[in-house]
């Protein structure tokens, strides 16, 4: 899931954000989803054990939203039409929601992995 990013680079520059909020914003209109009614992260292939750990974690009104999204979107391809102007997803409602518990589950594999591989030496009694 987790692939190389410039983000932290780019946060880190305040000259080279400046420059590059306007772009990011360009970019993510251009893309289409929104005028979907999708959010970035209905965007994120459920291929992976982690993302579909990360969608059982959901809370019940955010799976029922995705699917919501989802199914609206596909009827929408299917007639090749978007959706109303007051109906598409606006760049305020594009927040991430499953990024963030992704990001929790890589880190507790990580930990998981990290105590599995730890070796335990027990110390010799010292006389």
């Known amino acids: 899931m987790s692939a190389p990013s410039l983000a932290s ?26 005028k979907l009614g999708l959010r970035a ?10 993302v579909l750990l990360a969608l059982k974690r959901l809370p019940p009104k955010e799976a029922y939203d995705r699917v919501f999204r989802l199914r609206r979107a596909f009827q929408c391809s299917l007639a090749h039409q978007l959706l109303p102007k007051d109906q598409q997803t606006k760049p305020e409602e594009d927040y991430p929601y499953l990024t963030p518990i992704i990001k929790e589950i890589e880190a507790e594999s990580r930990e998981r992995d990290d105590l599995e591989a730890m070796v335990v030496n027990k110390r010799k009694a010292q006389s």
């Open 9 to 34: 680079y780019i946060i880190k520059r305040p000259w080279l954000k400046r420059w590059m909020t306007p772009l990011a914003k360009w970019y993510a209109d251009a893309a289409g989803y929104r």
């Open 41 to 50: 992260d209905d965007l994120i292939p459920e291929e992976s054990d982690t």
